[in-house]
Nanobody
Framework: QLQLVESGGGSAQAGGSLRLSCAIS????????????LSWFRQTPGKDREGIAL??????NIKYAANVEGRFIVSLTGNTLYLQMNRLEPEDTAIYYC?????????????????????WGQGTQVTVSS
């Protein structure tokens, strides 16, 4: 069984940094096959889940949402997915989720289509104060 577990959330001041981790347990190759797309989404109350970063298994296909590009960095090391968040803004306050999809390519459109992702973590809260 494939499981994703986020950690690293918390509180930060605007302009500060946080790093989120997503530990992947289980054999992702067995569960999703040789090609997969990992992602970070976030959600605030009353809003749809928003995709903010995508990365494939080789880490050579990476995409960011416009509102985080240049501030956030997604990376994959072994079985851990990371999201380095810099120059945080109060608008970044949300619950952050990692997710995995059995997809050969991380298309940008997947950021607005969370149903593409079949495995989700439980989420971690990030709160940014001004």
């Amino acid at each position: 069984q494939l499981q994703l577990v986020e950690s690293g959330g918390g509180s930060a001041q605007a302009g500060g940094s946080l790093r989120l981790s997503c530990a992947i347990s289980g054999d992702i190759g067995d569960h999703l096959g040789g090609y997969y797309c990992l992602s970070w989404f976030r959600q605030t109350p009353g809003k749809d889940r928003e995709g903010i970063a995508l990365i494939n298994e080789e880490a050579d296909n990476i995409k960011y949402a416009a509102n985080v590009e240049g501030r956030f960095i997604v990376s994959l090391t072994g079985n851990t997915l990371y999201l380095q968040m810099n120059r945080l803004e109060p608008e970044d306050t949300a619950i952050y989720y990692c997710a995995a999809a059995k997809e050969a390519v991380c298309w940008r459109t997947y950021m607005s289509n969370p149903s593409r992702f079949s495995v989700w973590g439980q989420g971690t809260q990030v709160t940014v104060s001004s």
